[in-house]
């Protein structure tokens, strides 16, 4: 199982960014994905899901209407697409697929949202 997050940067408040996952290595169209953030001095939190076949999307209350989960299976891919951007979204990003009870993570990608 290999998770690749990539889209991070650094971005001025009210800005936008969408971060990607790309999977491989397993049957990525079975499984719910999860985007998890680490801000600095911080625990690792739950900002979004997306059930396999796109159905249900959850999302943490603090980014509500500001992100949006999507994901094409045919690109074994998964989006976080971020609008109006906080600084409090600064953190790692990372995806994680959950198999067969193991918790898989990508290395994470790094959004700063700062002027």
């Known amino acids: 199982v290999q998770l690749v997050e990539s889209g991070g940067g650094l971005v001025q408040p009210g800005g936008s960014l969408r971060l990607s996952c790309v999977a491989s290595?397993?049957?990525?169209?079975?499984?719910?994905v999860r985007w998890y953030r680490q801000a600095p001095g911080k625990g690792r939190e739950l900002v979004a899901d997306?059930?396999?076949?796109?159905?249900?999307?959850n999302y943490l209350d603090s980014v509500k209407g500001r992100f949006t989960v999507s994901r094409d299976n045919a690109e074994n891919t998964v989006y976080l697409q971020m609008n109006n951007l906080e600084p409090e979204d600064t953190a790692v990003y990372y995806c994680?697929?959950?198999?067969?009870?193991?918790?898989?993570w990508g290395k994470g990608t790094l959004v700063t949202v700062s002027s």
């Open positions: 997306i059930s396999r076949t796109s159905s249900s999307t």
């Open positions: 290595g397993f049957p990525f169209k079975q499984f719910n």
């Open positions: 994680n697929v959950n198999k067969m009870g193991m918790d898989y």
